[in-house]
């Protein structure tokens, strides 16, 4: 892409007179920072959100970082969290009350749907889960005490879209705040501020960091919004990055064009393999022209990202395992974004009192990683074959 994103990602926010000139800025590992007089003390208090006073709510490795993905999502601000789900929970906290209702897509990311219906009905703020497909479907779920909008475009497992810039539109005709989570497509590949969503988040621990070994999350919105976030929920509930895991994800970030790049080409590859296959009912994955909201999809976003989900054409649980348990190139795991490739069968969402989700047993979840894209095929075409 642009000479600006190479220096977004490899250069902004470095100030690298202030740590010895090194090159790579050095780790900030300090919980606490001292000043030379009261005066110096209280110019900073003042600045909290700015100047380092104490770890919690400014450090300075983690502020290169808020720079960067402020940056990468045009925004104003950002703030980085110690998960996606702490950066999700913290900015709709820090906008309802109770009493407040909320519009969210349906079959959002596991812990965005618990946030709603385990925590938040607790204190009394209600929800609508629509089908984002439709964007009229969330003006018809307003309500008088309608004051948040959740969107996940494309969302988990299914990848529907929803079209942000109606969704958006239609928030501000109510005066109702957006927020979109944004972690399947990266800032590389969509930018849900442009299409006038308020808040962008983003679980880190995926393509943003990228190497499967830091969990962590990051919210970008007006300067306004995030100084909202920060005063309230961001402080309160604390749940802030080390420093160190702060450094990692911007090591993370200087390969995240060459890494999200490769994860899209490949799984462009992949996925037109398996709709061609026979034993694959369907794929799920918006990249495809045959894909129903393929034309929403190069609307908005820039390129398809490496998640999909296939449906198999297999008789029972059984079928379904030997597929799983034959794939010699992806691992068995949650979570995604990282370098290797990954597999996510549904039929392991199984309890004693059965299936946690009323998604078809036959649907595997499917990450593709960093590796030779002709090597995933082969390994996918032998695992159909022993279906
Ligand atoms: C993983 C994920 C999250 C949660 O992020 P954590 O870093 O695991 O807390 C939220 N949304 C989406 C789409 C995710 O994939």
């Not at 110019?43 to 502020?63: C, D, H, I, S, W």
């Not at 209702?101 to 209600?126: A, D, G, M």
């Not at 495809?288 to 999809?297: M, T």
């Not at 595997?364 to 695992?383: F, K, N, S, T």
Request: glycine fraction near 6%; proline fraction near 5%; hydrophobic fraction near 45%.
């Amino acid at each position: 892409m642009s000479e600006d994103l190479s220096h977004l990602l490899n250069h902004l926010g470095e100030e690298r007179e202030l740590g010895y000139d090194a090159v790579v800025p050095p780790i900030v590992q300090s919980g606490n920072f001292t000043y030379p007089t009261v005066a110096a003390m209280r110019a900073t208090v003042q600045q909290e959100m700015e100047r380092p006073l104490y770890t919690r709510g400014f450090n300075p490795t983690v502020g290169i970082l808020r720079k960067k993905i402020a940056a990468l999502e045009h925004a104003e601000d950002a703030l980085v969290f110690s998960s996606g789900s702490a950066a999700i929970a913290a900015a709709v906290l820090s906008f309802v009350k109770a009493g407040d209702h909320i519009v969210c897509v349906h079959k959002p990311y596991s812990w965005t749907k618990k946030l709603l219906v385990e925590l938040l009905e607790r204190f009394n703020v209600s929800h609508t889960f629509v089908d984002g497909t439709d964007a009229e479907n969330y003006r018809r779920a307003i309500r008088p005490n309608t004051t948040f909008f959740i969107t996940e475009s494309p969302n988990s497992l299914t990848f529907e879209l929803q079209d942000l810039g109606a969704v958006a539109a239609i928030a501000k005709a109510h005066g109702i705040i957006t927020l979109c989570d944004n972690s399947y497509s990266s800032p590389l590949f969509q930018n849900p501020i442009d299409l006038g969503i308020d808040l962008v988040a983003h679980s880190a621990t995926k393509y943003l960091n990228g190497h499967s070994d830091v969990v962590a999350g990051v919210l970008a919105g007006s300067t306004a919004h995030i100084r909202q976030v920060m005063s309230k929920e961001f402080m309160t509930l604390g749940a802030v990055p080390s420093p160190h895991d702060a450094w990692l994800l911007m090591r993370g970030l200087r390969t995240l064009e060459l890494r999200v790049n490769r994860s899209a080409d490949s799984a462009a590859e992949v996925a037109r393999f398996l709709e061609a296959h026979p034993r694959i009912n369907r794929v799920h994955w918006p990249g495809l022209a045959s894909h129903p909201q393929y034309e929403l999809a190069t609307k908005q976003m820039r390129r398809v990202a490496g998640l999909m989900t296939i449906e198999l054409d297999a008789p029972d649980e059984a079928a379904v395992e030997r597929f799983c348990d034959g794939l010699e190139r992806f691992l068995i795991a949650v979570s995604w974004g990282g370098y290797e490739s990954l597999q996510w069968p549904v039929c392991a969402l199984k309890g004693p009192s059965g299936y946690h989700t009323d998604l078809p047993f036959t649907m595997v979840r499917l990450y593709i990683g960093l590796e030779d894209p002709a090597l995933l095929i082969a390994d996918l075409r032998q695992a159909l074959e022993r279906m």
